[in-house]
């Protein structure tokens, strides 16, 4: 995840590139293809699943008071989070699902977006808006956005990394000055004739301003959805739920504990507990903020011109089609992901018993390893196609090398370096926090990447694990900063993503190169292959880390794609607050 501009979720013009064509490697297409067999020939004579689910995993969308089927529409669905999870998406669909089965991205052009401010024409305008006035006024303007949205970022990081109310006013304050200039500035942009500019990079620029985003509501608004995005973020960061095993212990928070539990347990009950105390101690708490969040987005949205927060968003993608290419790219990817489905709940079958794992159906949402059951990975010790192959799961050999946080992310620099990228900067070794601090604050510990805006501060803030899941987050959010390196000389309206899944694509590309058993060999992490060179072994070996990550890739598309279905539909009114949960399973 990356931060930007007031963090997390915050409102920001953001640059839209075109992408062209484009294929995976042939051999890793065959090799995915081969894994597709395999698991089609383990399950034997079960079905696969009827719908393309998630199954139970779904659920995450918090309320639930138990994680079995005959109460899915008594729960009230809520997501404190309200990052889009698409921004992984559009490299990773090609990566993993176009590659499957040999289509490609399509050409995707840079359109007009059917709403918001197109400025004046050239008609109309004032003589005094030429095109050279305009570029000198948008130099200032990005000069001046760049000191507002420094002091901001670093209000956000101060209140992400010690969330107290102190902090939080601090934050809301800088925020609304950073809004006041950009709502202030845009009325004087918007006079620009700009669709008339000869200058293709400043008629971009004025383009990608012309939307105002969040800082278009009123100050009393504004401040409002600043607050409750605030109260969301505290109440998901320090909801703790007391221990299955020992009812006095009441403080383990989401990161580290309950993430380790669910990693490591393997009691149906303990998992179950965690899955529905944390939802009790988080979601349910945040069901008034969260209506209210919609409610402000969309007028919002509609001040700029929009038909709702969801067009708002969809419009960054620049494609009148974005909808239909996602729902197509999900459609030739389904049939694999139904495949794995079926295998994995198999196997959990086996392992729990027809009383907590049915033969058919959902999958329940506390068996997959994680809070959200959107990655597998961490169950796949007892489900691997070929489990007397050696495992790739190098954190034993972490924890007996004495790796540190530092040292993951060293290593992780090391990784980009020998690519002839970027090191990292001085400053950021001295203001990253790499590991959850043991004073006793509150603060997000989920993982993220942040640029300031002044081209020299980057950091990363991650409350690191000594395991491979948290070294191949180090990879991914170095990826990000190394993004931020890449395009920091640019103007503001530039230093973002191509579009908004471009920045967790990169991410993610750069966690998978570090994930392969060649490079994990090279980095003394994986012990080296035995004198047995046969192609069966080799093969079963391929197969082993092809399943491994297709538990992490695969699986977590359906989540994105089908959260932000849902999403999208409570923007557009399709559904209200009282039946978010059924019209959640309704879209599954």
């Known amino acids: 995840m990356r931060a930007f501009g007031g963090g997390e979720g915050a409102d920001r013009p953001s ?38 689910t998630n199954g139970r995993q779904t659920l ?21 989070r309200v990052k889009l999870p698409l921004r992984m998406g559009l490299l990773m669909w090609c990566v993993l699902a176009v590659g499957l089965v040999g289509a490609h991205c399509g050409r995707w052009q840079p359109k007009a977006p059917r709403h918001g401010f197109q400025g004046k024409s050239s008609s109309d305008s004032d003589p005094k808006y030429t095109e050279e006035e305009a570029a000198k006024f948008y130099d200032d303007y990005d000069a001046q956005a760049a000191l507002f949205l420094t002091k901001e970022t670093l209000a956000l990081w101060a209140y992400d990394s010690n969330i107290t109310d102190h902090n939080l006013q601090k934050k809301l304050a800088a925020s609304a000055e950073t809004a006041k200039y950009t709502k202030e500035s845009w009325s004087k942009l918007i006079k620009f004739p700009w669709k008339d500019f000869s200058d293709p990079e400043l008629k971009r620029k004025f383009k990608l301003s012309s939307v105002l985003g969040n800082a278009a509501l009123s100050e009393e608004d504004y401040n409002k959805l600043q607050s409750i995005v605030g109260e969301m973020s505290a ?28 990693m490591k347990s393997r009691d149906p009950e303990e998992l179950r507990h965690i899955w529905i105390e944390w939802r009790r101690n988080s979601g ?8 209210e969040y919609v409610a402000l987005s969309n007028k919002a949205a509609i001040m700029n011109n929009f038909d709702n927060a969801a067009a708002l968003w969809l419009n960054n993608y620049e494609s ?29 079958r086996i392992k729990y018993g027809d009383g907590v794992v049915k033969a058919k159906g959902p999958i329940p949402a506390h068996l997959l390893g994680n809070m959200w059951a959107q990655t597998w990975g961490n169950i ?36 980009f370096t020998s690519l ?8 950021f070794w001295d203001k990253s926090i790499l590991e959850k601090p043991n004073d006793g604050r509150e603060l997000v510990c989920h993982a993220s990447a942040w640029d300031f805006y002044d081209r020299k501060d980057f950091r ?38 191509a579009n908004d899944g471009f920045h967790e694509a990169i991410g993610d590309v750069m966690s998978l190169s570090v994930s392969t058993p060649k490079h994990l060999r090279t980095i003394g992490l994986l012990e080296e292959e035995s004198t047995e060179t046969d192609k069966k072994a080799s093969y079963e070996a391929t197969i082993n880390y092809l399943f491994s990550t297709a538990l992490d890739k695969i699986a977590f598309l359906p989540f994105a794609y089908e959260l932000d279905l849902w999403r999208w539909d409570v923007f557009e009114g399709k559904t209200t607050p009282e039946n978010y949960n059924c019209h959640f399973w309704k879209l599954a």
């Open 15 to 52: 640059t839209r590139a075109s992408l062209g064509q484009g294929r995976v490697c042939p051999e890793y297409a065959r090799r995915l293809l081969r894994l597709a067999d395999r698991v089609a020939a383990v399950q034997k004579a079960e079905k696969p699943a009827r719908v393309p």
């Open 60 to 80: 995450y969308l918090a309320g639930a008071s138990q994680p079995d089927a005959q109460t899915r529409c008594s729960r009230t669905a809520t997501r404190t």
């Open 235 to 262: 109440i998901y960061s320090k909801a703790k739920i007391c221990s299955y095993q020992d009812k006095s212990k009441c403080d383990l928070s989401l990161e580290p504990e309950l993430t380790e539990l669910l």
């Open 284 to 291: 349910e708490k945040v069901k008034e903020q969260y209506k």
């Open 320 to 348: 009148d089609e974005f909808r239909d290419q996602i729902g197509e790219l999900w459609h030739q990817l389904k049939p694999l992901y139904q495949q794995l489905h079926a295998y994995v709940r198999r196997h959990l």
């Open 380 to 415: 796949a010790d007892f489900m691997l196609p070929y489990p007397e192959r050696q495992s790739t799961d190098v954190t034993p050999n972490m924890i007996k090398q004495g790796y540190t946080a530092e040292r993951m992310f060293k290593l992780s620099e090391e990784f």
């Open 420 to 427: 002839n990228l970027s090191a990292m900067p001085e400053m």
């Open 460 to 497: 990363i803030k991650q409350c690191t694990r000594i395991n491979q899941e948290d070294l191949y987050t180090a990879h991914h959010e170095m990826g990000h900063v190394q993004y931020f390196l890449q395009y920091k000389h640019q103007p503001i309206v530039f230093r973002t993503g």
